[in-house]
T-cell receptor, first 110, second 111 residues
Framework: EAAVTQSPRNKVAVTGGKVTLSCNQT?????MYWYRQDTGHGLRLIHY???????EKGDIPDGYKASRPSQENFSLILELATPSQTSVYFC?????????FGPGTRLLVL | QEKVQQSPESLIVPEGAMVSLNCSFS?????SIWWYQQHPGKGPKALI?????GNKKEGRLTVYLNRASLHVSLHIKDSQPSDSAVYLCAVSIPGNYKYVFGAGTRLKVIA
């Protein structure tokens, strides 16, 4: 089965600090995605990528940057973390149809 | 922008019951619709998808799509305590590989 891993699994950050969330996939999928999940909102798309070197803005990109240095790796960067970015973040990789999700990163910004 | 609404928000049923989950979407041009299952502390896992009007059955799962009414439903036959999870409906956006997710339905199956 498709494998998507995320690191770290849990992170506590301070307001104004820089946070980098990492995602690795071994599926050789071109498409990768970053979502956040909050109660009452379901999964909301932050950034996505169609392949190495490409990043696209999703539905809620403000305050986030993304980097896709290789087919396997996709990072989400919070340059100046804020308490409103406290959430659970999921990475996914996908082919034309199905998305395969990682286990999530729980981020707390104090 | 595509909007996806799921109902009910939560559901408690006895083991063996038939479960029906609903999902409404706003764009008739949407392509495939996926249902995902998410257990606590885990990432969502794809269950079943549908593209054409009508129904599709896989094991205990049946999904119905009516594009005219912009509605899709998931039915779980003979529900088990292991089916207890959040179920997410995801609708594809035409022209790219993006999906819009609903807020989910929390299902609890009591033994």
């Amino acid at each position: 089965e498709a494998a998507v891993t995320q690191s770290p699994r849990n992170k506590v950050a301070v307001t104004g600090g820089k946070v980098t969330l990492s995602c690795n996939q071994t599926n050789n999928h071109n498409n990768m995605y970053w979502y956040r999940q909050d109660t009452g909102h379901g999964l909301r798309l932050i950034h996505y990528s169609y392949g190495a070197g490409s990043t696209e803005k999703g539905d809620i990109p403000d305050g986030y940057k993304a980097s896709r240095p290789s087919q396997e790796n996709f990072s989400l960067i919070l340059e100046l973390a804020t308490p409103s970015q406290t959430s659970v973040y999921f990475c996914a990789s996908g082919d034309r149809d199905t998305q395969y999700f990682g286990p999530g990163t729980r981020l707390l910004v104090l | 922008q595509e909007k996806v609404q799921q109902s009910p928000e939560s559901l408690i049923v006895p083991e063996g019951a038939m479960v029906s989950l609903n999902c409404s979407f706003s764009d008739s041009a949407s392509q495939s619709i996926w249902w995902y299952q998410q257990h606590p502390g885990k990432g969502p896992k794809a269950l079943i998808s549908i593209f054409s009007n009508g129904n599709k059955k896989e094991g205990r799962l049946t999904v119905y799509l009516n594009r005219a009414s912009l509605h899709v439903s998931l039915h779980i036959k003979d529900s088990q305590p292991s089916d207890s999870a959040v179920y997410l409906c995801a609708v594809s956006i035409p022209g790219n590989y993006k999906y819009v997710f609903g807020a989910g339905t929390r299902l609890k199956v009591i033994a």
